[in-house]
């Protein structure tokens, strides 16, 4: 009864939302904006450029830059994110995260990842990952971000399941909605995301047959 599950990558597989942060931290710090974690809840999920304009707006410097010399900066953090990146290793995914992808392929259930980073491949492929999933949407097969739903029914059209039989786990705000507005029960792992169908505080506590659980009750409720 459940065809899939679609995975975000940033912040859910493994926690390369606290690199985005940093190098994004960085950045602002240099232009003498400043940014906190929780300022960082609304950059979760938000493509590299879209991300530079919400940290200008909040440093009320949105009309100081070109869009080249904003392609330069949005570069200058993607070189210090990626410079993060080399560090990373199987090691990485996070807590819960492999008995939770053993659990569902046992069950035939397939698995795929929607995620709008265009260093999404290089992430996987990191931590070993990049055989693992059915399919992997990035940034590149897209048009729209989240919370648009493209991204989580382009996975579920590749995969060829029915959205309202699949399950998407994310940790952003804008993931949340991405998934809702697809018609999949949405799974949030953080403590800010009240409009998930299903919560948890962190990955640890992904455990399959709670989900399941909760996928069930809700599918019995409607
Ligand atoms: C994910 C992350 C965001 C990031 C976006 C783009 O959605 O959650 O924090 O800004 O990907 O990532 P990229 O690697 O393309 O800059
Ligand atoms: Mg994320």
Not at 129 to 152: G, H, Q
Not at 166 to 175: H, L, P, R, T, W
Request: charged share 25%; net charge negative.
């Amino acid at each position: 009864y459940i065809d899939a599950v679609i995975f975000d990558l940033d912040g859910v597989i493994t926690d390369t939302a606290e690199y985005h942060f940093l190098a994004w931290k960085a950045l602002a710090d240099q232009l003498d904006i400043s940014i906190d974690r929780e300022f960082n809840e609304n950059l979760k999920g938000v493509s590299r450029l879209d991300s530079l304009e919400l940290i200008l707006k909040h440093g009320n410097r949105q009309n100081d830059f070109s869009l080249l010399e904003k392609e330069t900066l949005a570069n200058q953090k993607n070189e210090l994110y990626c410079h993060y990146l080399t560090n990373l290793s199987p090691e990485d995914i996070l807590p819960g995260i492999p008995e939770l992808i053993r659990n569902i392929k046992e069950e035939g259930i397939l698995i795929g990842v929607a995620s709008v980073s265009k260093n999404a491949g290089t992430v996987l492929q990191a931590l070993g990952l990049n055989l693992t999933f059915d399919y992997c949407v990035d940034a590149a097969k897209i048009k729209r971000s989240k919370p648009d739903p493209e991204i989580f029914l382009t996975a579920c059209e590749k995969l060829n399941v029915d959205p309202k039989k699949s399950i998407g786990i994310e940790d952003a705000v804008v993931g949340i909605d991405a998934i809702t507005a697809s018609g999949m029960f949405a799974v949030g792992v953080g403590n800010i995301l009240d409009k998930a169908d299903y919560k948890v505080e962190n990955t640890k506590q992904l455990e399959w047959t709670k989900i399941k659980k909760a996928y069930t009750n809700l599918i019995n409720v409607n």
